[in-house]
């Protein structure tokens, strides 16, 4: 089964027995097998590795949740995924963003509202995101400001969820 515009089959949940530990596994942490899941799943591999890596930058980090949403939200805009904005605007909200900012990422130049702390969380987002490079004046801010492995834990945040947002974006996943 797919949606109209999406380049792969959608696995529908409980349909092929060599997929429950795998998605036993999703439901366990997400509740749900989401339309992101259920194109992952063709691949019962990669679900796994994904489900594991995404996990652990969303549920085992130091990372504050509201600022680790406000990054989600900003790769989603730069890469246009708007079913990976969808899915993190109610999870920002109750993370404490406010809808201000919510709607404030949505700009291409960072306002006013974000502290000077998420401003240069986002300034990182943006040179990731956009020029994959970040410059070093700008990565020593952060590595001055954060623990090593908190550093390593915020790139990996906006690594990974460029990567939901280019899968999405690439397979036309959306509601």
Do not use: C
């Amino acid at each position: 089964m797919s949606t109209p515009h999406t380049r792969v089959p959608l696995v529908v949940p409980g349909t092929r027995p060599e997929l429950q530990a795998v998605e036993a596994g999703i439901l366990k942490e997400r509740g749900r097998i989401s339309l992101l899941y259920q194109a992952l799943l063709n691949s019962p591999a990669i679900a796994q590795g994904w489900e594991a890596m995404l996990t652990a930058v969303r549920n085992r980090t130091q990372v504050p949740a509201e600022l680790r949403e406000l990054i989600i939200l900003r790769v989603a805009v730069l890469n246009r995924a708007q079913f990976e904005y969808d899915a993190h605007a109610p999870i920002a909200l109750k993370a404490g963003v406010s809808q201000d900012k919510i709607e404030a990422i949505r700009e291409s130049e960072l306002s006013n509202a974000f502290s000077a702390e998420e401003r240069l969380l986002l300034q990182m987002t943006d040179h990731m995101t956009r020029d994959i490079e970040v410059p070093d004046d700008l990565m020593r801010q952060v590595t001055d400001r954060y623990a090593p492995g908190v550093v390593v834990e915020l790139v990996a945040t906006v690594a990974a969820y460029n990567m939901v947002s280019r899968f999405l974006v690439a397979l036309h996943i959306a509601h």
